[in-house]
T-cell receptor, first 117, second 116 residues
Framework: AQTVTQSQPEMSVQEAETVTLSCTYD???????LFWYKQPPSRQMILVIR??????QNATENRFSVNFQKAAKSFSLKISDSQLGDTAMYFC??????????????FGTGTRLQVTL | GAGVSQSPRYKVAKRGQDVALRCDPI?????LFWYQQALGQGPEFLTY????????KSGLPSDRFFAERPEGSVSTLKIQRTQQEDSAVYLC??????????????FGQGTRLTVV
């Protein structure tokens, strides 16, 4: 079974600064995807960034980038130039491409990020 | 519709009552997922549909939980004889094609169920 661990329950960062959220995972599979989702108080999960395990290049999406270390099973999210609108819960998630038909997601417990003035 | 729509947004049920939670996915989306998110936790997978076929229900916690998607569009998650441990946010997600991980799953805003 796959597990996803987020060891930082809460983080705080000042506006315009950079923050890194940690995530580790455990799997015996070689073919998978990793994700970071943002969940604001509205509860709707929003995809922030996605990484395919077979790609060595780290994914980037504007101010968001990841540091994917496959051997270490580590997948951290870096948010640059933090904005007040980045305040939310952030979940790391994993999906195994070998499960057949269902790309069900396994989530971590989340990190609550607070961006302050 | 423009996004995944879930109703009701909030539901309070007395212990022992039956509840039905509705999910209206994005039009044309083949895959539909239900997740349960307990307070302070990440979402946990409940069940998966590809069109009207329920292909994976391994996450349903007990036989009190039942999901259906009879016409391959709207889905209903039913919980019979609700118990306090069923209190959670129930999230629905849909994606365009059969679950491969290669297509983005879009989430609704969830239904917060409180069993008293």
């Amino acid at each position: 079974a796959q597990t996803v661990t987020q060891s930082q329950p809460e983080m705080s960062v000042q506006e315009a600064e950079t923050v890194t959220l940690s995530c580790t995972y455990d799997t015996s599979e070689n073919n998978y995807y990793l994700f970071w989702y943002k969940q604001p108080p509205s509860r709707q999960m929003i995809l922030v960034i996605r990484q395919e395990a077979y790609k060595q290049q780290n994914a980037t999406e504007n101010r968001f980038s990841v540091n994917f270390q496959k051997a270490a099973k580590s997948f951290s999210l870096k948010i640059s130039d933090s904005q007040l609108g980045d305040t939310a819960m952030y979940f790391c998630a994993f999906t195994d491409l070998n499960t057949g038909t269902a790309s069900k997601l396994t989530f971590g417990t989340g990190t609550r990020l607070q961006v302050t003035l | 519709g423009a996004g995944v729509s879930q109703s009701p947004r909030y539901k309070v049920a007395k212990r022992g009552q039956d509840v039905a939670l509705r999910c209206d996915p994005i039009s044309g989306h083949v895959s539909l997922f239900w997740y349960q998110q307990a307070l302070g936790q990440g979402p946990e997978f409940l069940t998966y549909f590809q069109n009207e076929a329920q292909l994976d229900k391994s996450g349903l916690p007990s036989d009190r939980f039942f999901a259906e998607r009879p016409e391959g569009s709207v889905s209903t998650l039913k919980i019979q004889r609700t118990q306090q441990e069923d209190s959670a946010v129930y999230l629905c997600a849909s994606s365009l094609v059969g679950g491969t991980g290669r297509t983005e799953a879009f989430f609704g805003q969830g239904t917060r169920l409180t069993v008293v």
